[in-house]
């Protein structure tokens, strides 16, 4: 089955960038989306279609995708923006949904 | 602006069958834009997708979970339908259902938006 591949945790200051990598077997060639979930909340899709973002999420909020690792990007990052972050994939060959193991955002 | 409720029993009893419904409002569970999806996360740990239905009764199951998972829809309701049998204590988890975005019926996409989630605990 497919696997992506997350780091548990990242760390940033406010104002500063965040990148979160989710690596995956030429991941490049799939759609990556992205959700954001705060402690005892559902989880909020942030970027979808490698890069495209849902009405109302801020634009400080990007993606990319290529190779073997999609990424995303919090831009200026608030102190709201600490949650925990999946990555995701359309795999339709063998295991159709796919998800990360999350990544811890701290905002230092 | 759509909304997703789940509800269904919190507790199950472990070799017994799971059973939630995932009302669906402000919006119809018949568009073709869309799948209705499953997903569970046990307490600290990650996301994972069960299954995904369109209207027509079309599916897609995890295979690992796939002998045990059975996901129905019922368009006159505007609900959709999780069975999950022969469930033990790693079945206990938040459940969470959701919009599945289809852009082909070979070629799904994000979930959005998402319920509220329902804890479903398995013990005796």
């Known amino acids: 089955s497919y696997v992506l591949t997350q780091p548990p945790s990242v760390s940033v200051a406010p104002g500063k960038t965040a990148r979160i990598t989710c690596g995956g077997n030429n991941i490049g060639s799939k759609s990556v989306h992205w959700y954001q979930q705060k402690p005892g909340q559902a989880p909020v899709l942030v970027i979808y279609?490698?890069?495209d973002r849902p009405s109302g999420i801020p634009e400080r909020f990007s993606g990319s995708n290529s190779g073997n690792t999609a990424t995303l990007t919090i831009s200026r990052v608030e102190a709201g923006d600490e949650a925990d972050y999946y990555c995701?994939?359309?795999?339709?060959?063998?295991?159709?949904?796919?998800f990360g193991g999350g990544t811890k955002l701290t905002v230092l | 602006q759509l909304q997703l409720q789940e509800s269904g029993p919190g507790l199950v009893k472990p070799s017994e069958t799971l059973s939630l419904t995932c009302t669906v409002s402000?919006?119809?569970?018949?568009?073709?834009?869309?799948?209705w999806g499953w997903i569970r996360q046990p307490p600290g740990k990650g996301l994972e997708w069960i299954g995904s239905i369109y209207y027509s009764g079309s599916t897609y199951y995890n295979p690992s979970l796939k002998s045990r998972v059975t996901i129905s829809v019922d368009t006159s309701k505007n609900q959709f339908s999780l069975k999950l049998s022969s469930v033990t204590a790693a079945d206990t988890a938040v459940y969470y259902c959701?919009?599945?975005?289809?852009?082909?019926?070979?070629?799904?996409?994000?979930?959005?938006?998402w319920g509220q989630g329902t804890l479903v605990t398995v013990s005796s």
């Open positions: 959701a919009r599945h975005l289809r852009y082909f019926d070979w070629l799904l996409g994000g979930f959005d938006p």
């Open positions: 279609y490698d890069s």
């Open positions: 402000g919006g119809s569970i018949s568009s073709s834009s869309y799948y």
């Open positions: 995701q994939v359309w795999d339709s060959s063998s295991d159709p949904v796919v």
